[in-house]
Structures are given as C-alpha cells and as structure tokens.
C-alpha cells in the first residue's frame, strides 16, 4: 500500500524525469537519438536510381575527402517533403526528398552532405551519447534531492533543485550540440575544398536558414530547428568559405540540368498530379517539365498522355538510362509488359552498372511467361541483388525459382529476402529449409549456413 505522499513523490520524481530525457532529446533531434531507421518507425524509404546515382555523385567525393570509405556508407531516401537530412550510428545518410525539391542548387545539397559528413568524421553521434551519459546521473541524483526536499514539506526549496538541475542540464547540452554543429561546418568547408568544390551553395543555405530562426516553431524546416545557425557560427562559416580558391566555382550546366531532372521526377512522383501540372503548365516544354508530366499523366491514369511527354524527352536525351527506366516503368504499370522489357533493356544497355536497373528488368521478364523469360529474369535479378541490399531484388527471385521448381534455391531466396529487412528468426526458419534441399558442397548451401547460425544483434 501507498500513502498519499509516497504517491505524490513518485509522480514528482517520474514528471521531472521525463522533463528531462523531453528536453534532450529534443536537443539531440538532428540525430534521431542514433537509432537506425528501421527502430524509428515514422521513416519511410524509398528507392529510386536516378536520385541514388546523383546523391552518390555528390557524396562519394565529399566522404574521400574526409578520409571515409564511400563504400562503407549507406545512403537511404527518405519520403518526406519536409527539408531535413542526418547521419546516425554505422556511417548512415539519410536524405529527405524535401530537402532536394526544397533547395535551389545542387552546390546546396552538396553543403548538407559536406556538413553531414562533418558529424560523422567528427564522430558526433557517439561523443553526443557520451555527453548526455556524462550528465544524466548527476542531474537525476540532484531531482531526487529536489523531490526529497518537497517530501520534508520545503517545496520552494525542492523545486528550486529540480528546475535548476534541468535549466543547467539543457543548457550544457544545447552548448555542446552548437559546438558541434560549428564544427561540422568547418569540416564540410574544409572537405569541399579538399574535393575542389565551392561552400558557397552550403553558406547560402545556411543564411537562409538563419531567416527561418524568425518564423514560429511550427513553420521552421526541422533542419533549422535542428541546426540552430547563431551570427556567430554563420560569420565564422563564411570566413572559411570564402578563403577557398574554388568560391567561385559554379555548378556546370551538366550538374544543373541533372539536379533538375531529378527534382522534376520527385514532384511527378510525390505531389498530387494536380500540383505538378500547375507546377509545369503545358507552356513549358523543358526537359524537366515534360519528365514530370509524363509521370502525373501515368498516375492518373493517362497511357497515351504520358508517353506523349515521353516521346520528346527521350527524342531529346537518347542515352539518358533514367529516362528509358520511366518509360519501362510506365508501361509494366499499365499492363503492357513486352513494351516494358524492351524499354527497361535499353536503360540497362545504357548503365549496365545500376542493379537497380536490373531489378526493372528482372521484374518485367518475369512477368512474362515461358521458362526462357524467367531464366532470363534470374540472370538479372542475381545482378540487382549483387550488393545483398536490395531486399525486394530477393522476393522476386523467390517466385523466379518458384516458377521453375527449384524449391531449394527459392527458400534460400526467401531467407535473403528477410535477412535484407532483419527479419533474422524469419531468414534463419528459411535458410534451415534451404539447406535441406541444397547440395551441401555448393556455395549456395554455405550462405544458407551463413544465415542460419546468425545471432541477432545485441540491444544495447
């Protein structure tokens, strides 16, 4: 049984707590607390190999730059309009499709990647933990000495220890996050310069940036609030950035028209057809425009619409792979699959490198029939899922295999398909079935194994 003051301390003691751990983290929201993405549940990825190809040719010259591995980072898109980007534990990137339809340059979401990259040179994410540990022992022992205080009936007094261990806590912590994001702008000038690229597009946004420190709360980008830019830390970025012997440097119009291009397919894709079709009015005939209407022309439904956008763009870019990937994609959504396989084969032929690309054709050769279709599909979906990435790469396997009753190497498709997601007891359930029916001399049944006797990782 509890008395009333038992009660009433414990609530005093939870509420203080919770106060708290909600002011740091909202501190440390840049970082999504270091959870991976698949923890955080309100993340959405998505695929697309024009935008991975672009955000791979902006960032893989940047993580050389500042001595990273490009080949040890993961780049993930994330389907949000609002403008936001961040690093997480494991040499994560996760880009919002908010933040490339939002900017203006490609030189601007260069800026974001080099400061990312900043935080995860500079080991931030850890140091971050470290710091908040560092602090939340003391600041908790100093509340249960408020709360005791409260309990011997000095309740000013209590408070007063409560509050102040808060208001001391959040402002520690506030100083060390803008420590942090000063020094991720000097890191990201400093690889920028390091690659020969300007930091003026990162010093633009970033001043834009401080006018949006003006606005309510709830009008701010999330990178804003993240990133709060004081003059200090502004000043201090443009003196860096304008020492560079490449400030001057301007995107080339290649750059330019790329960036474009992948904004114009991100619009027809994500927005509301009617919100593309005001965006780009039939008036304007530019690349761009008649990529992003050919896709809303799809959405709603408009075969022969959509490839009248198309027709011109690809009479305009021929060798564009991206381009040919649309007009494949149009057309196995609309049923038409030998249409689909012919253009998906030539955006193939044209990067033969993007398992993305393969994937495309792999799907649409196995949605036709005939076991040398599917055999053909296999070829090609092995390509797409060369990385051990590409989960939905694995799914389609799966069925391929399925199709020509080779049940073994299905099941081990399908515990590839759930290893890919960290499904690890749904792989492990496959990959045992697969053993059974592989031959146990083939490299085949050794991945099998490989997956089988995995442990789950450790929560920590």
Not at 52 to 78: N, Q, T
Not at 331 to 354: N, T
């Amino acid at each position: 049984m509890s008395t009333g003051a038992d009660t009433g301390l414990k609530a005093a003691l939870r509420g203080s707590v919770r106060a708290f751990c909600a002011l740091t983290i909202g501190a440390a929201a840049s970082f999504n607390a270091a959870l991976p993405a698949t923890a955080q549940g309100r993340i959405s990825i998505i695929s697309d190999a024009e935008t991975e190809a672009m955000l791979r040719e902006y960032s893989d010259p940047v993580f050389m730059a500042a001595g990273i591995d490009p080949a040890a980072v993961k780049i993930h898109l994330v389907n949000n309009n609002t403008l936001n980007a961040f690093v997480t534990n494991g040499q994560q990137l996760f880009v919002h499709t908010g933040l490339i339809t939002v900017v203006d340059t490609p030189a601007e979401l260069i800026g974001v990647i080099a400061h990312e990259t900043g935080h995860m040179a500079g080991g931030h994410l850890v140091k971050r933990r470290e710091e908040f540990e560092s602090m939340s022992m003391p600041v908790i022992a100093s509340m249960i000495l408020g709360v005791g205080a409260i309990a011997a009936g000095q309740g000013d007094a209590g408070m007063a220890v409560i509050m102040g261990s808060q208001h001391i806590a959040t402002r520690s912590l506030l100083a060390f996050t803008r420590e942090q994001e000063a020094s991720a702008d000097q890191a990201g000038a400093t690889f920028l310069q390091r690659s020969a690229q300007s930091g003026k597009g990162m010093l633009d946004l970033f001043s834009s940036m401080r006018d949006q420190e003006l606005l309510t709360t709830n009008r701010q980008d999330p990178y804003a609030r993240s990133h709060p830019m004081s003059s200090a830390r502004l000043s201090a970025l443009e003196d860096r950035v304008k020492t560079s012997p490449y400030y001057e440097k301007r995107d080339s119009p290649e750059r330019v028209h790329q960036f474009k291009m992948v904004q114009a397919k991100l619009f027809g894709f994500l927005d509301d057809p009617s919100v593309t079709f005001n965006r780009y009015p039939p008036s304007d005939r530019s690349d761009y425009a008649l990529y992003a209407r050919s896709v809303a022309y799809h959405r709603t439904g408009q075969l022969d619409k959509a490839l009248a956008e198309l027709e011109p763009l690809i009479a305009n870019l021929p060798d564009n792979p991206y381009v040919w990937e649309v007009k494949g994609q149009i057309y196995f959504e609309s049923g038409k699959v030998p249409e689909s396989i012919a253009a998906y084969r030539r955006s193939v032929e044209l990067k033969p490198g993007d398992e993305q690309l393969h994937l495309g054709l792999g799907r649409a050769l196995l949605a036709r029939e005939g076991t040398e279709s599917t055999q053909e599909a296999i070829r090609h979906l092995q390509k797409a899922t060369q990385s051990g990435e590409e989960a939905f790469g694995y799914y389609q396997l799966s069925i391929a295999y399925g199709k020509l009753d080779n049940i073994g190497m299905a099941e081990l498709s399908t515990a590839q398909y759930y290893d890919a997601l960290g499904a690890i007891g749904e792989a492990k359930s496959h990959a045992i079935r697969a053993q059974k029916l592989l031959d146990s001399a083939s490299p085949e049944w050794l991945r099998a194994q490989d997956i089988a006797i995995q442990q789950p990782p450790q929560r920590g």
